[in-house]
């Protein structure tokens, strides 16, 4: 099941364990005619990965004359550092996490984003009659540890007063409140991850996705250093790394099943549970598709979900004041890669 931290949580990853992979190296390297990449994925290799790991295998990044190296994030894994540092050349993070980064005075280009809707949810019984904000009135609702400010955002950007609902702190995997019926509805949660296991003990849900509601987030964003976009030919190398990468999601895309049970049966990671990672794949793919990835190609960049995020972290308290986004977010590599349409 999926562990990643979200929103505040995200934020405060440590670099305990960038040690081991110090001697990975830092700037991108050329022997034998290849050009090395470190890359710091945004998750553990499970299907919200499967792209990376897909092309890695099928030596679409070796055909591009890419060396790529993938490192796994996780618990002590910083991908702003890492890549502020130089030992990955590229990061996928959440904006929250880049943005921060900015905020502390780094300096980044973001050039393709993953998800279109934030796969950030809120969970309710369906029994609950919850279908949209407005029916909360009246309602308790289970609030994860840390998750209050974003509750609080989420009820004032969708009107509905915050006296109206009672609410009770849940634990950060708790959805046994949920299961019991002693809560509505409960938030933060995974859409692919908390629905299946309360429909799995027999209730039946219905998810509403943050980013529906105006809390939306380009999550799994790819990023690098400014320094690095900016040097001669880094453009180019880009260029390849991206289409290989597309090319490995292609088939995530045109057959989530099989994509969540080459994932399983390639043992990239233990403990995966195949029902979850089907179930992930299959709502995955809605997550990751938008009016503008079937005009424009998958992992476009919306400039208004950036600024969207970024207001919702001041409004939140997360930030102090709004990042300026001019000059952070590039579509040149996707546009020379011709990504293909979903």
């Not at 950030?120 to 400010?149: E, H, Y």
């Not at 019926?181 to 629905?195: D, K, L, Q, S």
Request: proline share 6%; glycine share 10%.
């Amino acid at each position: 099941m999926r562990l990643r931290k979200f929103w505040m949580n995200s934020l405060l990853a440590g670099a305990a364990m960038l040690g081991p992979i110090l001697g990975l190296g830092a700037g991108t390297a050329h022997a034998a005619g290849m050009t090395k990449l470190n890359v710091v994925l945004g998750y553990i290799p499970d299907v919200e990965m499967y792209g990376p790991e897909y092309a890695l295998k099928q030596g679409y990044y070796k055909a591009e004359g890419l060396n790529v190296t993938l490192i796994p994030a996780g618990q002590g894994v910083d991908q702003i550092q890492m890549v502020a540092a130089g030992i990955a050349q590229i990061g996928i993070a959440n904006p929250e996490q880049i943005l921060a980064g900015i905020g502390q005075g780094e300096k980044f280009k973001v050039f393709a984003g993953q998800f279109q809707t934030q796969p950030i949810a809120m969970t309710c019984r369906k029994d609950s009659g919850v279908t949209k904000p407005a029916d909360l009135v009246g309602k308790t609702v289970g609030v994860k540890v840390n998750a209050d400010p974003y509750f609080k955002l989420f009820l004032s950007k969708n009107g509905v007063p915050a006296d109206k609902v009672k609410t009770t702190t849940i634990g950060p995997n708790d959805v046994s409140l949920l299961i019991a019926g002693r809560i509505a509805c409960e938030i933060t949660t995974f859409a692919f991850n908390e629905p299946l296991i309360v429909q799995q003990a027999g209730v039946p849900t219905t998810v509403l996705p943050l980013g529906d509601y105006g809390l939306n987030s380009q999550v799994d964003s790819f990023f690098v250093k400014d320094t690095f976009f900016s040097k001669p030919g880094n453009e180019a190398v880009l260029v390849k790394f991206m289409r290989a990468t597309a090319k490995g999601w292609v088939s995530f895309y045109k057959d989530p099943k099989a994509a969540a049970n080459w994932i399983i049966d390639g043992n990239f990671v233990d403990g995966l549970d195949r029902t979850q990672q089907v179930f992930q794949a299959e709502q995955q793919v809605k997550f990751m598709k938008s009016p503008l990835t079937a005009e424009k190609g998958i992992f476009w960049l919306d400039p208004k979900i950036w600024a969207e995020t970024d207001a919702n972290l001041v409004a939140a308290g997360v930030n102090k004041s709004l990042v300026p986004l001019d000059g952070l977010l590039t579509t040149s590599i996707l546009e020379q890669a011709d990504m293909p349409k979903f």
